[in-house]
């Protein structure tokens, strides 16, 4: 069993900054890449940034330069520093990992948190 809990959401102003984290728990063996998506009412999922295990990072080209994703590979657990935020970053925000969960296990999973309410007023 592997569960990805996130915390940190929230309210908050337009202007104003938030930090996610998840952490990664259960039968891992690795975790390859690691990503934060969102959803907004009545919009598909979309990837909001990515980072592998040696730390390269990618982002959707709404919040380059305003969010940062970083990961604590000894702690499992990945991060999503949200900076300047906008009325239109508000969504439900998922954590994703591909884990493989034993050594056998070549390719890995993927799996997903429950979700964090992130809302910004204007």
């Known amino acids: 069993q592997v569960q990805l809990v996130e915390s940190g959401g929230g309210l908050v102003q337009a202007g104003g900054s938030l930090r996610l984290s998840c952490a990664a728990s259960?039968?891992?063996?690795?975790?390859?890449?690691m990503a934060w998506y969102r959803q907004a009412p009545g919009k598909q999922r979309e990837l909001v940034a990515g980072v592998t295990t040696g730390g390269s990072s990618n982002y959707a080209d709404s919040v380059k330069g305003r969010f940062t994703i970083s990961r604590d590979n000894a702690k499992n657990t990945v991060y999503l520093q949200m900076n300047s935020l906008k009325p239109e970053d508000t969504a439900v925000y998922y954590c994703?990992?591909?884990?493989?969960?034993?050594?056998?296990?070549?390719?890995?999973?993927?799996?997903w948190g429950q979700g964090t309410q992130v809302t910004v007023s204007s």
């Open positions: 259960g039968s891992i063996f690795t975790i390859n890449s």
């Open positions: 994703s990992a591909a884990i493989r969960t034993m050594p056998s296990r070549v390719v890995p999973s993927y799996y």
